[in-house]
């Protein structure tokens, strides 16, 4: 395929050719995500040098599976959930996000039929998980840390009392303003979407 | 070798070419199982600039170049571990030997590109490393047609480099790599016709 014809076909006309072993086609797939797909990581780090860990990553998943492609969805999609579900694993493995685990056997048989999800809900709760991780990412250091603490570590205000030297009171006040800040960014990702409020998001995280 | 990770060492600057040798340490790396760090600096202005996006973009478009042109069968990049160290700093070569002082790494990979016309920063480096690979100028390997092989050109490009200062398990380690058998038999074919 020329250079000067390569460049107007589609997508997936270049996944057809990555098939057939056309390296021309693979770099010019290549070459029109790469960016991107580094944007997109960086919206969710916000920090260059994760951002390039995770995108490499991406990118490599992708184009080393390229096969497993089969154009139920545009390549772009199939690119982009590629590269959410990556840096989705990726926040929820750093320390910085540990997960409490449910604990087993709560609710009754009925209430777990109730809570099994359709793929759809499950994205859509994977797509919620992302923008809170992103936003609680995107906080000034202090109020990150004191969220986690308390909601993703499970600290008593006791703890969080010694462990920051202040008085049991400002501990929750802290914890109020944090939570209600968080509740308002969330709001706004969800109404003008993720990428627009962590654009700004030092405009609505100044103290 | 022993079951220790070995660590390689590619410097660049964005502002030469650095593709070719970027794609050539990345196979190197996968061939001895090693992870790559790629260094570089930036200075404080470019870095409030925001360039070291422009560097992180261009180490991932170096990949894709490296996708395109040199990945084949049975080398998964993914499976070699890259590390971008940018140094806020002066000039690259004197940022590399310091850091080399204080990081040591087991093979520095240096670039044609970066090294012209400096022979005395070379052999300071060399100095200070445990084993360096000097590249010798390459063309462009777009056109297969000119290499027999992928893996030909990566034995090639070995030949024609510098070597010093590489343990002596090296070539050892190298040596089960079956391409480097199949170079060497079509060399030697050569030769005799």
């Known amino acids: 395929m020329s250079t000067r014809i390569i460049s107007k076909t589609t997508d997936e006309e270049l996944v057809m050719s990555i098939r057939l072993d056309d390296r021309e086609a693979l770099g010019e797939l290549y070459n029109r995500y790469y960016k991107k797909v580094f944007n997109k990581c960086f919206s969710f780090t916000r920090r260059q040098e994760q951002a390039f860990d995770l995108a490499q990553e991406a990118l490599m998943k992708a184009f080393e599976n390229i096969h497993s492609f089969k154009g139920e969805s545009s390549f772009s999609t199939w690119l982009y959930t590629i590269t959410h579900r990556h840096c989705l694993a990726a926040l929820k493995k750093s320390s910085r996000f540990q997960f409490q685990p449910l604990e087993e056997n709560s609710g009754t048989e009925e209430e777990k039929n109730d809570i099994s999800l359709t793929e759809e809900e499950n994205n859509e709760r994977a797509e919620q998980e992302l923008i809170m991780y992103s936003l609680i990412n995107a906080l000034p250091e202090k109020e990150r840390d004191l969220l986690n603490l308390k909601y993703l570590q499970g600290e008593s205000i006791e703890n969080l009392k010694t462990q920051l030297n202040i008085s049991g009171s400002a501990v929750k006040m802290r914890l109020k303003r944090s939570r209600e800040k968080l509740n308002t960014l969330y709001t706004l990702a969800l109404t003008y979407g993720l990428d627009k409020v962590l654009e700004q998001v030092e405009l609505f995280t100044m103290s | ?193």
């Open chain 2, 1 to 193: 070798m022993n079951s220790v990770k070995k660590v390689l060492l590619y410097p660049f600057s964005i502002d030469c070419p650095y593709f070719e040798g970027y794609a050539w340490a990345m196979e190197l790396a996968f061939r001895m199982r090693a992870s790559l760090q790629l260094f570089t600096t930036i200075s404080a202005a470019q870095n409030l600039n925001g360039s070291t996006d422009c560097i992180y973009l261009s180490l991932l478009e170096a990949h894709g170049y490296f996708l395109q042109h040199y990945q084949h069968k049975g080398i998964k990049s993914n499976e070699v571990k890259r590390e971008a160290c940018i140094i806020q700093g002066g000039e690259l070569k004197e940022e590399l030997i310091l850091h080399l002082k204080t990081n040591p790494v087991d093979i520095v990979i240096i670039d044609f590109s970066i090294s012209t016309g400096h022979t005395e920063g070379v052999k300071e480096i060399v100095k200070e490393s445990c084993g360096v690979i000097l590249l010798s100028e390459d063309q462009p390997s777009g056109d297969n047609k000119h290499h027999p092989s992928r893996a030909d050109h990566f034995y090639d490009r070995l030949r024609r480099a510098d070597l010093y200062k590489l343990p002596e398990n090296f070539f050892d380690t190298l040596g089960n790599d079956l391409s480097l058998f199949n170079y060497l038999r079509k060399f030697i074919q050569r030769k005799r016709s």
